[in-house]
């Protein structure tokens, strides 16, 4: 599906489009919309990411960024509908817990932990508040395609710092920026925004929900204020993965010429 805008285009994985609103939105309006959409349409329209995969084309079996999690404690942030908790559970974390901004995304995560014997702590917040997660507790947080809905991206990254233990790590995952800056226009792919524009803007992906593209030095002086060092970022497109899928579509056309996913690993210093 894909609706355009004579202002700007933007692409949202099936290429919804949205027009800039403003970089100072009330989060209480982001807030209240998204939450909104994720209680009402969830995964129906936009098909969930979760581990091993880290969005289109990059999988954490070939990048093995967690590593070994055996007796470890992870914190989740947006975990949807628990199919990564469970990822992590078969992987013998010794503790799990998530927040998510959905109290119906929360409800079929604990069905959904249920039916499999997992068990984990799932409160319901929005990740820039306060939430009665425990500081300096974590081995691990990571956030598969969450971290972006954040409004305030340094508050969040700071809580995640004190949830974690001295030399903790932090992974998550998101949409590169220049995937949202193109469209397809007659075969070729096109500019249709400024990669500099940081401004909120709705989408409408049967239903509404409001978005902000951040550069990825957004991401990184956010992550460094709040104390972390970068020790890896991927953003190329795994060819085994490609190959495997014999996928013909939009997204697999401009993952073969431009990054669609970045995934960074930090640490906690």
């Known amino acids: 599906?894909?609706?355009?805008?004579?202002?700007?285009?933007?692409?949202?994985?099936?290429?919804?489009?949205?027009?800039?609103?403003?970089?100072d939105m009330d989060k209480n309006v982001v807030h209240k919309t998204n939450s909104f959409y994720w209680d009402t349409k969830g995964n129906d329209f936009l098909r969930a990411i979760v581990l091993p995969y880290y969005g289109a084309f990059i999988s954490e079996e070939n990048c093995q960024l967690f590593g070994d999690i055996s007796g470890k404690k992870l914190l989740e942030i947006g975990c949807g509908n628990g199919q990564s908790l469970q990822y992590q559970a078969e992987r013998n974390a010794s503790e799990l817990w998530a927040v998510d901004i959905s109290e119906r995304q929360i409800e079929k995560a604990a069905q959904h932990l249920e039916s499999f014997g997992v068990s984990a702590k799932l409160i319901c917040s929005p990740m820039e508040e306060e939430c009665g997660i425990p500081a300096d507790?974590?081995?691990?947080v990571y956030s598969i395609y969450a971290i972006g809905w954040?409004?305030?991206?340094?508050?969040?990254f700071g809580r995640i710092a004190s949830y974690?233990?001295?030399?903790?790590?932090?992974?998550?995952s998101w949409s590169h920026p220049i995937h949202r800056c193109v469209t397809e226009d007659n075969g070729r792919f096109v500019f249709k925004k400024s990669y500099f524009d940081e401004s909120w803007y709705p989408v409408a992906v049967e239903g509404e929900l409001l978005l902000a593209d951040r550069k990825l030095s957004t991401y990184v002086?956010?992550?460094a204020k709040a104390g972390f060092v970068v020790e890896q970022m991927i953003e190329q497109t795994d060819e085994e993965i490609m190959q495997s899928r014999d996928d013909n579509s939009d997204i697999a056309k401009r993952a073969k010429i431009l990054p669609v996913t970045f995934v960074i690993k930090a640490r906690k210093l």
Do not use: P, W
Request: proline share 0%; net charge negative.
């Open 164 to 172: 974690l233990k001295r030399d903790g790590v932090f992974i998550f």
């Open 137 to 140: 507790y974590f081995d691990y």
């Open 150 to 156: 954040t409004t305030d991206l340094e508050g969040t």
């Open 221 to 223: 002086n956010a992550l």
């Open 1 to 23: 599906m894909e609706k355009k805008s004579a202002n700007r285009s933007i692409i949202i994985n099936a290429g919804e489009v949205g027009v800039a609103i403003s970089e």
